[in-house]
């Protein structure tokens, strides 16, 4: 099976021996496999595990941290274009932690606000909680 990993931050992945993705959707987790039938779903931010053969047809777990983004499955490709990419040598263990902490602090901060702008703040503050435990999963993992 056909991978490609597309993110608004530059990063890419790919591989042409893909034997598995799994990825977490707002329905919940998903495996696809090859000949899967064709789909489109939105991703979460979450850790995506991509199962595939390297160069030495030696079988490889690569796990990403990810963001919000979209997946397609079609003709044994699957297609994914995210807004965060972060393998785990990327993640900054210090960082992650901060921005998990200023998120849970700022969403306490405006939770009960019924101001368009304090409600955007508290939408924006769930985002990087998301990401954050994403990338501390992912470091979780090493």
Do not use: C
């Amino acid at each position: 099976m056909k991978l490609e990993i597309l993110s608004f931050n530059g990063k890419l992945f790919k591989s042409h021996s893909v034997i598995s993705v799994t990825a977490r959707t707002k329905m919940g987790e998903i495996t696809v496999l090859d000949n899967h039938i064709p789909l489109i779903t939105t991703l979460k931010p979450s850790v995506l595990r991509v199962v595939h053969m390297d160069e030495n047809n030696m079988k490889q777990e690569e796990d990403f941290a990810i963001g919000w983004g979209i997946l397609e499955v079609a003709h044994s490709s699957v297609k994914i274009l995210i807004d965060m990419l972060v393998t785990v040598h990327d993640v900054n263990l210090d960082l992650a932690e901060k921005a998990r902490l200023s998120a849970l602090e700022t969403m306490e901060r405006y939770k009960d606000s019924k101001d368009r702008i304090d409600m955007e703040r508290f939408v924006e503050a769930q985002d990087m909680l998301l990401k954050s435990i994403a990338q501390l999963k992912l470091w979780g993992l090493k």
